[in-house]
Every structure is written in C-alpha cells, then in structure tokens.
C-alpha cells in the first residue's frame, strides 16, 4: 500500500536529515459540512494519519503544505486541511477539563478579574456538600481562593462575576474566537472564525 511507503520513507528520511522531518506539519480535520471536526482541543491529525485517512479514501484533501514526502512508488504534497468524507454529529457539550473552564470564563478570575495565577474555585465548598461540576466550579486566581477559603461567596462577601453554568460547545466556540491556538497554518484559517486583524 502506497501510504505505508510514504510513511517509512519519511521516518527515514528523519534519521537523516532532522530539520526534513514533517513532524511540524499536522492536518486541520473538517467535519464534512467544512467546519472543524473540534476546536478545543483544535482538530489535529499527524501528517501520517492524515496521509493514511487520504489513502483510505476517508477524507478529500481541502489543502497541502509544499514539504512533500516521498516513496519509491509516488511523491505526496502533506496535507495541511482534509474533510471528512461522511459527517460526524459533533457532542453538544464539552469536556469537563481546566482548560474549558478556563476558556468559559475568559482566562479570568471571576471574583477580581485577574488574568494570572489561575486556578479554580468551588463556588459552594465540597465540605459544605459542593460538587465538582460546571454549575460549581469557577476559575479563580490564587489570593482569591484563598481568601475565600472553605466559605461560599456570600460568606466571604465575595461576588462573583457571572454565575458558572454548563456551556455547550458553540458557547465555547463563540469564547475561543477571541484565543486563538499559538500555531495557525495560513492554509487553516479559511476554516477557523478566530478574531484575527484584517489586512488593509
């Protein structure tokens, strides 16, 4: 199968030459509507699976990297964006992780608004029966919760900022657009609504 020579040729060619090695050219996953299969974490694929999914006749390739990877049988542009070929119904809601926490609250302590040292919050204590949910668990930055301790905020006279809710996964969307992941290929950002400054 062609796709497997690619693959062993280009591990090759890293013992070889490093600075070759396609390890920096992953692949944007679109759902097939052409949106991104998840945005936190983004949708990535390694440039194998991506290669193998193509081969498989899985995905169509929507756009490639110039690196090229090459076999004694064929020379392959990397992709650098694929769209699956049959939809997947994405989840409603996001995973329970510190990091979609922290994206639901802005990257913001929600009792001062500080953008450092952040941790979380159990709104209502777990000593006082508080459970570790969206509905509970508020980001906060270190001299805030301990100030507020094991108390709930009204008994520490704290306030806070919104109410913590369970966001769904176009809520989270709508948040990220202003966070954008450090590495956007030029290729993927037809694909991704980030806010990103527009060329005169």
């Given at each position: 199968m062609y796709y497997s020579?690619?693959?062993d040729?280009?591990?090759?060619?890293?013992?070889?030459?490093?600075?070759?090695?396609?390890d920096s050219c992953p692949a944007l996953v679109l759902n097939a509507d052409y949106t991104p299969l998840s945005y936190y974490p983004l949708s990535l694929w390694p440039w194998?699976?991506?290669?193998?999914?193509?081969?498989?006749?899985?995905v169509d390739i929507v756009s490639s990297y110039e690196r090229e990877v090459h076999s004694p049988n064929l020379d392959m542009k990397i992709p650098s964006v694929i769209a699956?070929?049959?939809?997947?119904?994405?989840?409603?809601y996001p995973a329970f992780t510190r990091f979609n926490l922290?994206?639901?609250?802005?990257?913001?302590?929600?009792?001062?608004?500080?953008?450092?040292?952040?941790?979380?919050?159990?709104?209502?204590?777990?000593?006082?029966?508080?459970?570790?949910?969206?509905?509970?668990?508020?980001?906060?930055?270190?001299?805030?919760?301990m100030k507020k301790g094991g108390r709930t905020p009204e008994q520490a006279h704290m306030r806070l900022m919104s109410p913590p809710i369970r966001p769904t996964n176009w809520q989270l969307q709508e948040r990220g657009r202003a966070f954008p992941p450090n590495y956007l290929?030029?290729?993927?950002?037809?694909?991704l609504y980030w806010d990103v400054e527009l060329e005169a």
């Open positions: 020579d690619l693959i040729r280009a591990i090759a060619e890293k013992h070889s030459d490093a600075a070759r090695h396609p194998q699976t991506a290669i193998k999914a193509v081969f498989l006749d899985r699956l070929k049959q939809y997947v119904k994405p989840s409603e922290f994206l639901r609250d802005k990257f913001t302590c929600q009792y001062c608004g500080a953008t450092e040292n952040l941790t979380f919050d159990h709104v209502v204590p777990r000593r006082l029966g508080g459970k570790t949910t969206w509905q509970n668990v508020a980001t906060a930055c270190s001299p805030c919760n290929h030029e290729t993927w950002r037809d694909w």
